[in-house]
């Protein structure tokens, strides 16, 4: 059966790694539905919609074991399952490299010149007058996350870094550039078009319509610190980067300690957002530079990957 996935086409790759997705994803739907009334007091699912029971702690505690079995089992296990396929999985998924701390730095520069970019996009993300039905599911996911983001205390803050900010940061990334960018670009043989396609998948796939272009630029950013450095900890890194930042913000203006609320909407000037672009560009090229003098060149190894 290994041997088999890992003689398949890059199509063929491609179908196996979403059919594992998919499967997990019905068994984490299957399973979430029968316990969550067990774990919630009594309500399921759709029941623990309704704002006056999403609030009570039993529920909330629920929502977080769940989102932790969601990042699991749709995104971490089928992500590791096929790179164990593959064979050598922590070679596959460019986790044998380490951390370089330069390297780390200017991954995490990359993130941070990119958000007045991010958050420009979301004003344009709104021009696109999506129907209501998005604006709903978007509400309702709100309202869940700000739930969850409810924090009394520094130890509920570490465990949000932990399930909001961490899993997702290491499971996304085994899935969306271990294994889904690396198999995009067998298929289009260029790596900056991987990025993108993959970046597009991974926006659609949270199905948060409203914020569909910001998450495709976070997603394109992430996945070009992989593509010039050939490290997934460094795409890793930039990841919890972002959603942790969110998660401590948040948690600051909880405690009155910053007066900004983070969830404030914030108008980006335009030449800002072109500024964020450039800088954001001048780092990634920068990034790769320092990746070839450490013994990685993106373009010989998309040059290998070709043939």
């Known amino acids: ?27 984490f739907g299957v399973l979430i539905q029968g316990i969550f009334p067990a774990i919630s007091g009594g309500y ?65 520069l990359v993130l941070m010149c990119s958000l007045y970019l991010v958050g420009a996009s979301a004003e344009w993300n709104k ?17 869940q996350t700000k739930i ?15 399930l909001m900010a961490l899993l997702p940061a290491i499971a996304e990334e085994v899935f969306f550039r271990g294994c889904l960018q690396r198999i995009v670009q067998k298929m289009v043989r260029n790596g900056w078009i991987a990025v993108l396609i993959t970046a597009l998948i991974f926006s659609a796939i949270h199905l948060q319509f409203l914020t569909f272009l910001p998450r495709v630029i976070l997603g394109f950013v992430i996945g070009a610190v992989f593509l010039v450095t050939g490290n997934l900890w460094l795409a890793i890194a930039g990841h919890f980067i972002n959603n942790g930042m969110q998660v401590v913000l ?19 000037p335009f030449y800002l957002a072109i500024f964020s672009a450039v800088i954001t560009g001048l780092l ?13 060149n993106w373009r010989t190894a998309e040059t290998a990957l070709k043939n």
Request: net charge positive.
């Open 148 to 162: 969850m983001l409810q924090m009394p205390d520094s130890w509920t803050m570490f465990k949000n870094l932990l």
């Open 250 to 268: 948040f948690y600051l203006y909880q405690s009155k300690m910053i007066s900004k609320d983070p969830a404030a909407e914030e108008q980006v």
């Open 44 to 108: 399921t699912m759709v029941q623990a919609q309704d704002p006056a029971i999403m609030s009570k702690s039993a529920v909330v505690s629920a929502f977080r074991i769940s989102q932790f079995f969601y990042t699991f089992v749709v995104f971490l296990l089928p992500g590791v399952l096929f790179a164990w396929a593959m064979g050598r999985p922590a070679q596959y998924l460019r986790l044998n490299r380490g951390l370089p701390f330069m390297q780390l730095l200017l991954a995490v």
């Open 1 to 27: 059966m290994m041997d088999f996935i890992r003689k398949a086409s890059p199509f063929g790759q491609l179908a196996i790694l979403l059919g594992l997705m998919s499967v997990c994803f019905v068994v």
């Open 127 to 143: 021009l696109a007058g999506l129907p209501q039905r998005f604006h709903d599911m978007e509400k309702m996911a709100e309202r």
């Open 284 to 296: 990634i090229w920068r990034l790769g530079e320092r990746a070839k003098q450490a013994g990685y």
